[in-house]
């Protein structure tokens, strides 16, 4: 299991980097022809006081690999447990936000971000059983 939230960690963290990257170097992501990219990368709603939130996903998702990791070699016990499943929970509320505003509010849709609101809504069903396991 913690294999899991450590790739699927990895994966967000790549998606991150390329929109991060795309972002601080002016240039429009790859969309694909499906949806606008640009358009969501644009809107006020791609950034929290000035910074990027792509490059705050970079710090999230290194931090949910990094309590994977300390998971897969059994330490930590039941906080890296709860840390885990708490970050999973309010990225997962976070990304609904976003997306929400996607839809409704920019009226664009954003391949990349409904990737990474995909892997950390994947990341949040892989920390429940965790819990479950805690006496």
Known sequence: MARALIALSLVGFVISAY????????????????GSCAQVQASPYSQV?????????????AGLAGLGAVRAVGRGGEGVVLAMFGLALAGTLYSAYLTYLEFFVVLAIC????????VVT??????????????
């Open 49 to 61: 006081k000035g910074v990027p939130v792509a490059v705050l996903g970079l710090a999230y998702y």
């Open 122 to 135: 994947a990341i949040l069903g892989l920390s429940i059983p965790g819990l479950r396991q805690q006496p």
């Open 111 to 118: 391949l990349w971000c409904l990737a990474s609101a995909a």
């Open 19 to 34: 929109l991060a990257y795309s972002k601080l170097a002016n240039s429009a992501p790859y969309c694909a022809g499906l």
